[in-house]
């Protein structure tokens, strides 16, 4: 089932149901509650690299959960707990999490300044590397693009980095068209450091530029 399409209200509302029970209890099967590394609100921990689940598309998150399970994207942690699971656990825990409410991702437009380094990435990639703008295929300032390209903004940057990492070492491997790994290789270890650092914080930051402009107007 794609849920943007063809759930009915009854059915995405037994599912939030049912992965609700599967985040704070687990499934009984083997699959041990989602809370326990996501946090209660689906926040993620950026202490320890896990991500923020809260406000993702359904259908994204029950394509990563089904890659853990066919193993196109590994992680130790991950793989057991999603081989527990089952089609309908699934879907019934990415609609949960795509539920809850994740942060309020910024929509103002700010031109890339040259000397953001971060920023200039962004937006207009590294092309002398051969890098396109994150925000080609992640949507202006990291919203994320419908099901396929997730949002970055407000994600944590340990989450990001290790990520950027799997791309590249090929542990992770269910991207469309096998665009990230290219793009990670590529990637100078600064460059990780400040485009994780970038999208983490993007919301706050234009938020204050936001603020900034309206003290400005008379």
């Given at each position: 089932?794609?849920?943007?399409?063809?759930?009915?209200?009854?059915?995405?509302?037994?599912?939030?149901?049912?992965?609700?029970?599967?985040?704070?209890?687990?499934?009984?099967?083997?699959?041990?509650?989602?809370?326990?590394?996501?946090?209660?609100?689906?926040?993620?921990?950026?202490?320890?690299?896990?991500?923020?689940?809260?406000?993702?598309?359904?259908?994204?998150?029950?394509?990563?959960?089904?890659?853990?399970?066919?193993?196109?994207?590994?992680?130790?942690?991950?793989?057991?707990?999603?081989?527990?699971?089952?089609?309908?656990?699934?879907?019934?825990?990415?609609?949960?999490?795509?539920?809850?409410?994740?942060?309020?991702?910024?929509?103002?437009?700010?031109?890339?300044?040259?000397?953001?380094?971060?920023?200039?990435?962004?937006e207009r990639g590294d092309w002398e590397n051969t890098i396109p703008a994150c925000n080609q295929c992640h949507g202006p300032n990291g919203q994320g693009v419908r099901d396929i390209?997730?949002?970055?903004?407000?994600?944590?940057?340990?989450?990001?980095?290790?990520?950027?990492?799997?791309?590249?070492?090929?542990?992770?491997?269910?991207?469309?068209?096998?665009?990230?790994?290219?793009?990670?290789?590529?990637?100078?270890?600064?460059q990780f450091g400040l485009i994780t650092a970038y999208y983490a914080t993007l919301p706050e930051q234009l938020s204050s530029h936001a603020a900034a402009g309206q003290e400005e107007?008379?």
């Amino acid at each position: 089932m794609v849920w943007g399409t063809c759930a009915t209200l009854p059915a995405w509302t037994d599912a939030i149901q049912q992965g609700q029970a599967i985040s704070q209890q687990g499934n009984g099967q083997g699959a041990v509650a989602c809370l326990s590394c996501h946090g209660p609100q689906g926040e993620g921990n950026a202490a320890v690299g896990f991500p923020r689940l809260a406000g993702l598309p359904a259908d994204y998150l029950s394509h990563q959960l089904r890659s853990y399970r066919d193993g196109t994207r590994q992680n130790p942690m991950m793989q057991p707990f999603a081989l527990a699971l089952s089609d309908e656990d699934i879907q019934a825990v990415s609609a949960y999490y795509a539920s809850l409410e994740g942060p309020n991702l910024p929509t103002a437009y700010q031109a890339a300044a040259p000397e953001n380094t971060a920023e200039w990435l962004a937006e207009r990639g590294d092309w002398e590397n051969t890098i396109p703008a994150c925000n080609q295929c992640h949507g202006p300032n990291g919203q994320g693009v419908r099901d396929i390209f997730p949002p970055l903004a407000g994600q944590h940057a340990s989450y990001m980095a290790a990520q950027l990492n799997a791309w590249r070492n090929g542990t992770r491997s269910n991207d469309p068209n096998g665009l990230m790994q290219g793009i990670a290789e590529r990637l100078s270890e600064e460059q990780f450091g400040l485009i994780t650092a970038y999208y983490a914080t993007l919301p706050e930051q234009l938020s204050s530029h936001a603020a900034a402009g309206q003290e400005e107007t008379p």
